[in-house]
C-alpha cells in the first residue's frame, strides 16, 4: 500500500508564502502523474496544480503565476510552492498521485489563510 503524507500547511496572512511537501512511501520516478488539490468547506474538491512523468505542468487559473508545482525524484517529494496567498486560498490541501491506473491521496493538510 502506498502512502502519502503532506506537511507544511498553517496559517499565513494573506500576501505570505508557504511551501507544502508530500512525501511518498513509493518511487515517484515511476509515477505518470502528481498533482495537488484542494478542498474548502461547502466546495467541491478543485485541482490546483499538476505535473507529468515528462514536467508537463498545468495550473488552475486562480493559482496561475502564484504557485509552483515540482519534485524531487531523489527524495520522493513533491512540493507545492505558494506565494501571494489570498483568504480564497484557504483549503485542506491533498496530494495525488498516480501509478499506472492506481491513484493514491494524501490525508490532507490545512491551509489557513487571514490575518
Known amino acids: 500500500q502506498v502512502q502519502l503524507v503532506e506537511s507544511g500547511g498553517g496559517l499565513v496572512q494573506p500576501g505570505g508564502s508557504l511551501r507544502l511537501s508530500c512525501a511518498a512511501s513509493?518511487?515517484?520516478?515511476?509515477?505518470?502523474?502528481m498533482g495537488w488539490y484542494r478542498q474548502a468547506p461547502g466546495k467541491q474538491r478543485e485541482a490546483v496544480a499538476t505535473?507529468?512523468?515528462?514536467?508537463?505542468?498545468n495550473y488552475a487559473d486562480s493559482v496561475k503565476g502564484r504557485f509552483t508545482i515540482s519534485r524531487d525524484s531523489a527524495k520522493n517529494l513533491v512540493y507545492l510552492q505558494m506565494s501571494s496567498l489570498k483568504p480564497d486560498d484557504s483549503a485542506v490541501y491533498y496530494c495525488?498521485?498516480?501509478?499506472?491506473?492506481?491513484?493514491?491521496w494524501g490525508q490532507g493538510t490545512q491551509v489557513t489563510v487571514s490575518s
Open positions: 513509493r518511487s515517484i520516478s515511476s509515477s505518470n502523474f
Open positions: 505535473i507529468t512523468s515528462t514536467g508537463s505542468t
Open positions: 495525488k498521485l498516480d501509478w499506472g491506473i492506481m491513484g493514491y
